[in-house]
């Protein structure tokens, strides 16, 4: 088991930008993909990003495209999420997750199914 720590959250303006950060502990880590969710009040859950074991292949959702971009340093067990551009819709608790293998295939990465541990999430709030 993995544990995850998010950070970097806060409250911005529209346009402005925030680098989230997901610590992770457990030996497994630099093995597995990881991948950012979001969830927005009143709504479900949603794939934000991922990024392979290696970080040598990435995916985003639609909204987060030319947006965000989201990276990985194995030596320091720690996921980001660098986000500029941001917009009111935005709003949401952003959680990082454990994929459970390697990489995960353009049609697993958003299923939540594929993830294994979650972080308690970082609330990110965007103002207009």
């Known amino acids: 088991q993995v544990r995850l720590v998010e950070s970097g959250g806060g409250l911005v303006q529209a346009g402005g930008s925030l680098r989230l950060s997901c610590a992770a502990s457990?030996?497994?880590?630099?093995?597995?993909?990881m991948g950012w969710f979001r969830q927005a009040p009143g709504k479900e859950r949603e794939f934000v990003a991922a990024?392979?074991?290696?970080?040598?292949?990435?995916h985003y959702a639609d909204s987060a495209k030319g947006r965000f971009t989201i990276s990985r340093d194995n030596a320091k067990n720690t996921v980001y999420l660098q986000m500029n551009g941001l917009k009111p819709e935005d709003t949401a608790v952003y959680s990082c997750?454990?994929?459970?293998?390697?990489?995960?295939?353009?049609?697993?990465?958003?299923?939540?199914?594929?993830?294994?541990?979650w972080g308690q999430g970082t609330q990110v709030t965007v103002s207009s």
């Open positions: 997750a454990t994929g459970r293998a390697r990489y995960c295939a353009v049609s697993e990465c958003s299923d939540e199914t594929q993830y294994d541990d």
């Open positions: 457990g030996r497994s880590f630099s093995s597995r993909a």
């Open positions: 990024i392979s074991w290696s970080g040598a292949s990435t």
